[in-house]
């Protein structure tokens, strides 16, 4: 058992190590709230692409997949500016266009619908074109959006140095 002087200096180490550190105010109502406001725009987006392309249950829902992979492209975009950019944005910035705005925009909830409507419309073939393509899709859309930023952000970066 360490003795009173030896335990006070190993408390001050921690004390000094930690002491560095920009301690993050605990997260009270801001997030979800702000998660709640983007998500409610998301969803509000997302409804008038349904809207504007509607279709009848078991055909193929053109609007969902529009959405799902638009987003994703978007997500892709977002994640490389939040993440990989020098500055540090604030810290409602991702949850409120990641979670929320992105979030409340993609739909793969309504995918599963689709699927399920779909297969109970005797249509199984597309059901999993369906299925797989979204899927494809999606992952394809973040992986563009985030190469297409980075390359942009390059882009912008060697023509800044050289003027």
């Given at each position: 058992?360490?003795?009173?002087?030896?335990?006070?200096a190993a408390?001050?180490?921690v004390?000094?190590?930690?002491?560095?550190?920009?301690?993050?105010?605990?997260?009270?109502?801001?997030?979800?709230?702000?998660?709640?406001?983007?998500?409610?725009?998301?969803?509000?987006?997302?409804?008038?692409?349904?809207?504007?392309?509607?279709?009848?249950?078991?055909?193929?829902?053109?609007?969902?997949?529009?959405?799902?992979?638009?987003?994703?492209?978007?997500?892709g975009?977002?994640?490389?500016?939040?993440?990989?950019?020098?500055?540090?944005?604030?810290?409602?910035?991702?949850?409120f266009?990641?979670?929320?705005?992105?979030g409340?925009?993609?739909?793969?909830?309504?995918?599963?619908?689709?699927?399920?409507?779909?297969?109970?419309?005797?249509?199984?073939?597309?059901a999993?074109?369906?299925?797989?393509?979204?899927?494809?899709?999606?992952?394809?859309?973040?992986?563009?959006?985030?190469?297409?930023t980075?390359?942009?952000?390059?882009?912008?970066a060697?023509?800044?140095?050289?003027?």
């Amino acid at each position: 058992m360490p003795r009173p002087r030896e335990r006070l200096a190993a408390d001050s180490g921690v004390a000094e190590a930690t002491a560095g550190r920009r301690r993050r105010p605990k997260a009270g109502l801001d997030v979800p709230l702000v998660i709640a406001a983007g998500g409610a725009l998301g969803a509000v987006a997302r409804y008038g692409i349904a809207l504007w392309v509607p279709h009848v249950p078991g055909a193929f829902p053109w609007a969902t997949i529009a959405a799902n992979v638009s987003g994703c492209l978007v997500i892709g975009v977002l994640m490389v500016l939040l993440t990989e950019l020098g500055g540090r944005p604030h810290r409602l910035v991702r949850p409120f266009l990641g979670v929320g705005v992105l979030g409340g925009f993609t739909t793969f909830s309504t995918y599963t619908v689709d699927i399920h409507q779909m297969l109970q419309a005797g249509a199984p073939h597309t059901a999993l074109v369906y299925l797989f393509a979204t899927l494809a899709a999606a992952l394809v859309a973040v992986e563009v959006g985030m190469a297409t930023t980075r390359l942009a952000v390059r882009s912008a970066a060697r023509k800044g140095s050289d003027r």
